[in-house]
């Protein structure tokens, strides 16, 4: 869907901003606004006042700066993937040409904001090194941290925010800041969990893993095959060692390029595995899955670490899509037979995709520099993802509270920065306890003095 547009005529307010910028602006009506103001999510329809297409730092300081003198609400996109909002009237900033990445042997990268893990996974192979990415590796690195960070191996080694050295941010006040935990504290606090709420990461320097290879991939079975794998799954969870994180998805895929045809139009059960270690302890390990029936697919093996992004094989094409996620305290034989009731084969769910993710291990030690990301005590979280013309949208997303209502007996009772876009200011209000999230509320008083980010998921004050 294309973002609204208003009336095209170039303003003298805008042509200022213009001048100064080494990178390009662009206004309604103008080539490469409708591009670079599209999210992801085809379903969010965007209309900035105008979209400055980044072409360094300078430039990001140089915008926050304009909108201010000029009364502008400010956001932020690299990728899309966590937009949510209308962006009405706002001044939009696109930094996917901050695309610098630096790798060092040594074990530490640094990267642009427009940077995806993609290109990480790519630099960091020839090193034997892992940078902790998510799911998705088309994902931008700062997008993905400032959110926590939650990945296929968070069990093992925690979250991806936890890693990070420093920060370069563009805050509310017009300042380009390098933020480590000395030099800002609470800004390097807010900053890794608090999402785009405190200003424009420009570079994200964090630590990778000397970790070449891990054993990994994903079992599908097939619709006959569901109830088994769903309640052999819940059950199987507790006895897994950190070095192990599962996730297992209920799927329904359409026919379409990249989806398997054993797969496509069917309802399946994919259980995705990550093992850290000896090849044939990940093997041992997940052979109580495998004896749950013949899979339609057996894609777990060893496997160089920056295919990571095949455990999950998430979809890198913009769509339509509504989205609803909760935290559960408890996935146990009870919840998973709820949950297959609410969305198992057989139930008509219009549902693309319920997906349950086992938390646990690493991930519920706090760090040793406290960061924002809250909620490290949840033992699962529960994701749906439904993809479908905007008018259908609403009745996906009814059906997907009303999923989530049946778990409530396993409720957690919160949710997650980078699953909660679309909750908008109550989803990530949801995503802390009370005390972090009143922190996060009083940061931009001192470094957004003017609000310039209320458009972002902290309350305008």
């Given at each position: ?369 406290a960061s924002a990301l809250c909620h490290r005590g949840a033992a699962f979280g529960l994701y749906s993802v439904g993809v479908a013309a905007p008018p259908e949208l609403p009745a996906i997303a009814g059906h997907a509270a009303g999923m989530n209502a049946s778990m409530g007996r396993w409720h957690f009772g919160a949710s997650l920065p980078n699953f909660s876009a679309s909750g908008g200011t109550a989803g990530f209000a949801d995503s802390y306890t009370p005390e972090v999230f009143e922190r996060l509320t009083r940061l931009p008083r001192h470094y957004d003095p003017d609000a310039l980010f209320r458009l972002g998921q902290?309350?305008?004050?």
């Open positions: 869907m294309e973002p609204r547009e208003k009336p095209s005529g170039r303003t003298a307010t805008f042509d200022a901003l213009r001048r100064t910028v080494d990178g390009a602006l662009f206004e309604p009506g103008e080539p490469g606004y409708g591009e670079l103001a599209t999210p992801w999510n085809l379903a969010v329809q965007t209309s900035p006042a105008a979209v400055l297409e980044a072409a360094t730092p300078a430039d990001v300081v140089r915008a926050v700066r304009f909108a201010a003198a000029n009364g502008l609400p400010v956001a932020v996109q690299a990728t899309g993937h966590g937009i949510a909002s209308d962006l009405d009237g706002a001044l939009l900033i696109h930094t996917r040409r901050l695309d610098g990445c630096t790798v060092s042997a040594e074990g530490w990268a640094r990267t642009g904001a427009g940077v995806t893990w993609k290109t990480v996974l790519a630099a960091c192979a020839e090193h034997g090194l892992a940078g902790l990415c998510g799911s998705a590796p088309g994902v931008s690195v700062a997008g993905y941290t400032s959110g926590g960070g939650i990945g296929p191996m968070a069990r093992t080694f925690g979250a991806a925010s936890d890693r990070v050295r420093a920060f370069d941010v563009v805050t509310g006040d017009g300042r380009l800041r390098q933020v480590t935990a000395e030099t800002e504290p609470d800004l390097f606090w807010g900053l890794r969990g608090g999402k785009s709420s405190l200003g424009i990461i420009t570079a994200t320097e964090f630590d990778l893993l000397p970790l070449p290879v891990i054993y990994a991939g994903a079992l599908f079975f097939g619709a006959e095959s569901v109830a088994a794998a769903t309640l052999a799954w819940s059950d199987w969870c507790p006895t897994l060692p950190p070095g192990a994180t599962t996730s297992l998805a209920l799927m329904q895929l359409p026919p379409m390029p990249g989806v398997p045809e054993v797969l496509a139009g069917k309802f399946t059960a994919a259980v995705r595995y990550v093992y850290v270690g000896n090849p044939d302890d990940g093997a041992r390990w997940l052979a109580p899955m495998r004896a749950v029936g013949a899979p339609l697919i057996d894609a777990v093996r060893a496997m160089p670490y920056s295919m990571i992004g095949l455990v999950h094989s998430d979809p890198e094409d913009a769509l339509p899509a509504t989205e609803a996620s909760c935290l559960l305290a408890d996935f146990s034989p009870a919840a998973a037979q709820t949950l297959l009731e609410a969305v198992g084969p057989g139930t008509n769910s219009p549902q693309l995709l319920v997906e349950i993710r086992q938390f646990g291990g690493a991930l519920s030690e706090e760090p040793q520099i902290v309350p305008a004050r």
